[in-house]
């Protein structure tokens, strides 16, 4: 398995790459600029074959559509997105494996009423998740704005639910990593 993280200094905005030894390759909520990408699949020599955007980003435009037109993956957004553009969606439990690799999602409303986490397995190492790449609900040392599209009160209630119910239930060895760089909240 291989995972990859990819910082766009302007925003601190991170896109995520996994692959397996299967040659597929997952890219978790893509920047515009697909490129990066393409190269580290390349540089594994894997195929782009899912890629999910963990919700309808406000701090940059997705690549995610980009990315599915040029390598013919499947786009996938959270079953509650309001998106009028094809795509396949994902819900609570939903589980998405490319060999050694197993993708579960987790539902995590708050920053955005569609909000998705994916929990990441290298089954080779255990069934458990390795890591969980948290989208924009849980940051390092803080969380996710609750006003985006919800009034902000039922937002934080919302969002508080997801990271403490959903979240911070995961075990301890559960890695963490952020759609965002420390300090671009």
Do not use: K
Not at 45 to 55: C, N, P
Not at 128 to 149: I, K, N
């Amino acid at each position: 398995m291989f995972f990859e993280q990819l910082i766009r200094a302007e925003t601190g905005c991170a896109t995520y790459v996994i692959g397996s030894s299967t040659g597929e390759a997952l890219v978790v909520d893509p920047l515009w600029d697909i490129e990066p990408c393409l190269q580290i699949a390349r540089r594994y020599g894997a195929s782009i074959r899912h890629i999910i955007d963990t919700h309808s980003h406000a701090d940059h435009v997705s690549g995610g559509r980009r990315l599915a037109h040029r390598t013919g993956a499947r786009l996938w957004l959270p079953a509650r997105a309001d998106v009028v553009y094809p795509c396949d969606r994902l819900s609570e439990g939903d589980v998405i494996e490319m060999g050694e690799v197993r993708v579960t999602v987790l539902d995590t409303p708050g920053h955005r009423p569609e909000h998705i986490a994916v929990a990441v397995a290298d089954l080779t190492r255990a069934e458990e998740p390795w890591f969980v790449l948290t989208g924009d609900s849980l940051y390092v040392g803080d969380v996710a704005r609750p006003d985006l599209a919800v009034d902000g009160v039922a937002g934080a209630a919302v969002l508080y639910d997801s990271v403490y119910t959903t979240l911070l239930n995961l075990p301890d060895y559960v890695e963490i990593y952020p759609g965002h760089g420390a300090g671009s909240t």
